[in-house]
T-cell receptor, first 112, second 115 residues
Framework: DVVMTQSPLSLPVPVGQPASISCRSSQSLLNRDGNTFLHWFQQRPGQSPRRLIYRVSNRDSGVPDRFSGSGSGTDFTLKINRVEAEDVGVYYC?????????FGQGTKVEIK | EVQLVESGGGLVQPGGSLRLSCAASGFTFSDFWMTWVRQAPGKGLEWVATINQDGSQKYYADSVKGRFTISRDSAKNSVFLQMNSLTIEDTADYYCAKGRGGDCWGQGTLATVSS
């Protein structure tokens, strides 16, 4: 199975400051059709997960533009331009290029 | 508005069975893959199973292969997860998600395996 490794696992950030989460896969997520099925999810406390970014860098509908995704191959990053209080929660990367799909361990973002 | 509503969770003894359901609305159900993801208490997300549009392709996590079965009924706009031979390690919130990439999730249903 493809192993997804996130860092850091805990990220205290002052409001208004940027935040960056790294996600690395144990093998390239680029498939033979040229697609990379790497997605990012946010799970606020007590809520269901919500997808923020699909296929590396595409924001889902309604997601604020302070969230951005980048990367290729095995290295990916989720950035929050200026953290707001509502961004507190756990963030997961997930690969869906290979079966089974696999998630990273999660990164807990909190306000410092 | 896309809605996914899971049901069927509950308390079951080790070795028992549960059948989870997910009722979908707000989109053309037959056009999309559907996925189940679970989350043990205080833990991260674990992909469980995915089914394609017509039910001809099904994929499972190794941890549930041979014990869980995913299925769907397009007439009812629903996807199911039959869970057999349950163990304590299967205790989790089970989420239904739209598509292979999970662009929309339900609120989850809790399955508790305990004696």
């Amino acid at each position: 199975d493809v192993v997804m490794t996130q860092s850091p696992l805990s990220l205290p950030v002052p409001v208004g400051q940027p935040a960056s989460i790294s996600c690395r896969s144990s093998q390239s997520l680029l498939n033979r059709d040229g697609n990379t099925f790497l997605h990012w999810f946010q799970q606020r406390p007590g809520q269901s997960p919500r997808r923020l970014i699909y296929r590396v860098s595409n924001r889902d509908s309604g997601v604020p533009d302070r969230f951005s995704g980048s990367g290729s191959g095995t290295d990916f990053t989720l950035k929050i331009n200026r953290v707001e209080a509502e961004d507190v929660g756990v963030y997961y990367c997930m690969q869906a290029t290979y079966w089974p799909g696999t998630f990273g361990q999660g990164t807990k973002v909190e306000i410092k | 508005e896309v809605q996914l509503v899971e049901s069927g969770g509950g308390l079951v003894q080790p070795g028992g069975s549960l059948r989870l359901s997910c009722a979908a609305s707000g989109f053309t159900f037959s056009d999309f893959w559907m996925t189940w993801v679970r989350q043990a208490p205080g833990k991260g997300l674990e992909w469980v199973a995915t089914i394609n549009q017509d039910g001809s392709q099904k994929y499972y996590a190794d941890s549930v292969k041979g014990r869980f079965t995913i299925s769907r009924d397009s007439a009812k706009n629903s996807v199911f997860l039959q869970m057999n031979s349950l163990t304590i390690e299967d205790t989790a919130d089970y989420y239904c998600a739209k598509g292979r990439g999970g662009d929309c999730w339900g609120q989850g249903t809790l399955a508790t395996v305990s004696s």
